[in-house]
Every structure is written in structure tokens, then in C-alpha cells.
Nanobody, 123 residues
């Protein structure tokens, strides 16, 4: 499975961005997708995750109410809509996929990773 993340960029605090992650090469419809981020000098942290049906979602407390994850199975694409962005949201954002229908927050439980897209929020 190959994952291609896109949509990052530079935005002012309070602004919005939407990230996309397109998957290819998938042979199973039983999967979950996650978004993670990594700021310079920090460990990779969980942002959001969603099951393939879209019925089960989870968010990190730091983004709850501001970020929204969604999935389009027909397009094999997962989205992360980020609103009211803050400077502390600045990081490289990664999408990941796991061969299970259960979304989780633990990076090591994901099987495939995209290349990352930079999000920079200026104050």
C-alpha cells in the first residue's frame, strides 16, 4: 500500500487547511487510517484516526473540536480538515494505514506510512 499525503502549507493562526491522503495498492477493504504529526525535536504524536466505514473516529485532545477526519472509500482517500490552527500545530503531518478496521492512536500499530506534508502556522 502506498500513501500520498498532500495539502500542507503556510497559514496564519486562526486559519484552516485541509490535508488529503490517497492510498493505492490496497487489496483489502478492512483497514483504518490515522494522522500523526512530528514537530522538530519532538516525537511523532497522534492526531486523529478513522475506521474504513467512517463510523469510528478518534482525536487527540489537543485537536478535538478543531480538526475533523473523514474518509472517502470510493476514492481511497482520507482527509484531515484543520480549523482554528495554532502555532503549536506546526509540524510535518503523516498519514498511516493499518490492516484492521479498528482505528488506534499508537504509531507502531500502523503498517504503512505516507511521506509527510509540512504544515506551518504563523502567529
Amino acid at each position: 500500500v502506498q500513501l500520498q499525503a498532500s495539502g500542507g502549507g503556510l497559514v496564519q493562526a486562526g486559519g484552516s487547511l485541509s490535508l488529503s491522503c490517497a492510498a493505492s495498492g490496497r487489496t483489502s477493504s478492512s483497514y483504518a487510517m490515522g494522522w500523526f504529526r512530528q514537530a522538530p525535536g519532538k516525537e511523532r504524536e497522534f492526531v486523529a484516526a478513522i475506521g474504513w466505514s467512517g463510523g469510528e473516529v478518534m482525536y487527540a485532545d489537543s485537536v478535538k473540536g478543531r480538526f475533523f477526519v473523514s474518509i472517502d472509500n470510493a476514492k481511497n482517500t482520507v482527509y484531515l480538515t484543520m480549523n482554528n490552527l495554532k502555532p503549536e500545530d506546526t509540524a510535518v503531518y503523516y498519514c498511516a494505514s493499518r490492516q484492521s478496521i479498528v482505528p488506534v492512536a499508537t504509531p507502531r500499530l500502523y503498517d504503512y506510512w505516507g511521506q509527510g506534508t509540512q504544515v506551518t502556522v504563523s502567529s
